[in-house]
Nanobody
Framework: QVQLVESGGGLVQAGGSLRLSCAAS????????MGWFRQAPGKEREFVAD????????DYLDSVKGRFTISRDNAKNTVYLQMNSLKLEDTAVYYC???????????WGQGTQVTVSS
C-alpha cells in the first residue's frame, strides 16, 4: 500500500506563488509516476501535471504550462508542484495522485485547497 500526504495549500493573491508537496510512504518502490489533479466547484476533476519516477519525464495541462512546474526528490519520495503566476481560475482542490509500475493501482491524497483571490 502507498499513502500520500499533501501540504502547501492555502490562500494567495492573483499573480502570487504557492508550492505544494506530496510525500509518499509505504510501498513506494512500486510507483511508476506521481502527479496532480484538481477539481474546482461545479467542475470535473482534471489532470494538472505528472512526472515519472525513473525517467523524470513530465506532462502538463495546457493552461498551466509555463506557470507550473512539477519536480521530484526520489530520495525523499516526494513530489512538488511549484505554482507561479496564479490566476483566479486556478482555484480548486488539488489532489496528489500516484500510479503503480504495472498501472494496475492508483493512489490519491486527501486533497488540499488552493484559493486565488483578486
Amino acid at each position: 500500500q502507498v499513502q500520500l500526504v499533501e501540504s502547501g495549500g492555502g490562500l494567495v493573491q492573483a499573480g502570487g506563488s504557492l508550492r505544494l508537496s506530496c510525500a509518499a510512504s509505504g510501498r513506494t518502490s512500486s510507483l511508476y509516476s506521481m502527479g496532480w489533479f484538481r477539481q474546482a466547484p461545479g467542475k470535473e476533476r482534471e489532470f494538472v501535471a505528472d512526472i515519472t519516477w525513473s525517467f523524470g519525464s513530465t506532462d502538463y495541462l495546457d493552461s498551466v504550462k509555463g506557470r507550473f512546474t512539477i519536480s521530484r526528490d526520489n530520495a525523499k519520495n516526494t513530489v512538488y508542484l511549484q505554482m507561479n503566476s496564479l490566476k483566479l481560475e486556478d482555484t480548486a482542490v488539488y489532489y496528489c495522485a500516484a500510479r503503480s509500475l504495472q498501472g494496475s493501482t492508483d493512489y490519491w491524497g486527501q486533497g488540499t485547497q488552493v484559493t486565488v483571490s483578486s
